[in-house]
Structure formats: structure tokens, C-alpha cells
């Protein structure tokens, strides 16, 4: 995923604002099995972080779209994966369409090295 090319639209999590004070040994990562729970994605609520998870539309097949996790930002935290929707017996994800993987995973996927 290339951030940069990406519009982060609503709904987008809300929260920290500063830079990560180092980076995480582990990384959430939202699989295909996305399906942004109908534009009300219960995973974004839980994210701690000003505009890491966020809405990208499916240009193909509008107004559907999923979820994205912007790697740069990401705390891992797993709070996007530990709690499902208030008033609900979920436990994360309805979908399991949320990854945690090992940053050099991710890094080593993007070609790319992050720096904190």
C-alpha cells in the first residue's frame, strides 16, 4: 500500500496526533476479507491514532469500500482487534480481516524501513 497515493476519507479514527515515540514490534494490517462493515467499520472507534485507519472507496463499485491502516502510524496497540461494537459479544474484527504481523514483515512487504 502506498500511502501517499491514498485519500484518507471518513470515517477515520480520531485521537493521538504526535509522532510514535518508537516502532512497534508488531503492526495491524486489514486483510481482503475487509469489508468496512457497510461504511460503519467497528475497528475505526477503537484506533488511538488521528487518521490511521481510514475509509478508501472502491472506485469499482462505489459506495462500497474498506478500511485501510496507514503502516507509519500504527502503535500496535490491537485495539482495532480487541474489542468489537459497543453492546456486542464480538471480539474483534466480525470479519478476522485484521492481521498483526511482525513490522519487518511489513516493512520487508512495502520496501520499506520505518524510522521512529
Known amino acids: 500500500m502506498d500511502a ?3 485519500v484518507k476519507s471518513e470515517p477515520k479514527s480520531k485521537g493521538l496526533d504526535t ?18 462493515c457497510a ?12 487518521d490511521c485507519m481510514y475509509w478508501v472507496s472502491d472506485e469499482d463499485h462505489p459506495p462500497f469500500g474498506r478500511i485501510e491502516v496507514d503502516p507509519q502510524l500504527c502503535i500496535g496497540c490491537k485495539k482495532c482487534t480487541s474489542k468489537g461494537p459497543d453492546g456486542c459479544f464480538l471480539d474483534g474484527c466480525p470479519w478476522d480481516a485484521i492481521d498483526m504481523l511482525p513490522t519487518e514483515e511489513v516493512e520487508q512487504s512495502l520496501g520499506i524501513k520505518f524510522t521512529s
Open 4 to 6: 501517499t497515493a491514498v
Open 19 to 36: 509522532p510514535r515515540k518508537k516502532i512497534p514490534k508488531e503492526l495491524a494490517v486489514i486483510t481482503e476479507f475487509c469489508t468496512g
Open 39 to 50: 461504511g460503519s467499520p467497528a475497528c475505526v472507534d477503537y484506533c488511538p491514532v488521528e
